[in-house]
């Protein structure tokens, strides 16, 4: 037997006060577009790269993959597609926190996405997706083992826009290379060596100079996880109630973070 609904009366107590409440609640539509719009006019500008697994494995039943793969970087997924697009970069982590829904890296971040590229398009995000942020540089370090290359040509792992300091050292003395007298950079971010300038290479062993490059590139992010993939509510238009996306929120993280060992964060490499 179920319970008895609440039927005591109560006596009505007079009031000058007028109700506040109104005859009707107009409708509380979120307006998705202008959410949009807000992105836009506050956020920075990404491309975004979509992720998809390297195919370069011996066979899917065993998952290996090819060890000097240069199709991924030797990382495993593949980058396809350009496309640029505007979001709001928040909650960027300088030191390794623990909250209540899990732990945060360093060098992570959040980042909310409209829900169309500029031209209209969907846009969505999977893990491993890459994110460039092309208006902004930082500064970045790399050991990079010299290699005579056709046109003199030096590739770092990320597109050059600037070099701070190179240096090497041979035989316990520290040699020194400057940008503008050893070497250029060309359009695409490539070192491109002056002849006659080039480090050292040993034919005999198959070994050049081990240089350190302190260099400035555009920084570069790796889609984590999605933490809003799909968010959805209904929006009236034309006096009918119609389903429309919103904004997506994604955690990031740097691409490129050196610790203790040197090594790169999410690059596969170890």
């Not at 998705?32 to 494995?57: A, M, V, Y």
């Not at 290996?64 to 640029?84: A, R, V």
């Not at 969907?122 to 050991?143: C, G, H, K, S």
């Not at 203790?260 to 999410?266: F, K, L, Y």
Request: with cysteine.
């Amino acid at each position: 037997m179920g319970m008895d609904k609440p039927n005591r009366p109560y006596n009505n107590s007079p009031t000058s006060v007028p109700s506040q409440m109104p005859e009707w609640i107009p409708d509380p539509s979120l307006k998705g577009q202008n959410f949009d719009q807000l992105l836009q006019n506050r956020g920075i500008r990404f491309i975004h790269e979509h992720s998809t697994p390297c195919p370069n494995i011996v066979s899917v039943d065993s998952n290996q993959h090819e060890p000097l793969c240069t199709f991924c970087d030797n990382n495993g997924m593949m980058h396809y597609g350009s496309f640029e697009i505007w979001g709001v970069f928040t909650g960027n982590s300088i030191e390794k926190t623990f909250e209540a829904h899990g732990v945060w890296e360093i060098g992570t971040a959040v980042i909310t996405f409209p829900t169309e590229y500029p031209d209209g398009t969907q846009a969505d995000f999977n893990m491993y997706d890459r994110l460039t942020i092309p208006d902004f540089t930082v500064r970045l370090w790399e050991l990079k083992e010299y290699e005579p290359r056709p046109g003199n040509i030096q590739e770092l792992r990320y597109p050059v826009k600037n070099v701070e300091f190179v240096s090497s050292i041979v035989d316990g003395v520290q040699k020194f290379y400057v940008l503008g007298i050893d070497f250029n950079i060309n359009d695409q971010g490539q070192i491109v060596w002056v002849d006659g300038r080039q480090p050292n290479y040993d034919y005999s062993t198959n070994h050049g100079e081990v240089l350190t490059w302190a260099f400035f590139a555009n920084p570069v992010y790796i889609v984590v996880q999605c933490l809003r993939e799909l968010r959805i509510t209904q929006e009236m238009i034309g006096g009918q109630k119609v389903a429309r996306r919103l904004p997506q929120q994604i955690l990031v993280r740097r691409d490129f973070l050196p610790d203790s060992s040197a090594e790169t964060v999410i690059s596969g490499r170890r």
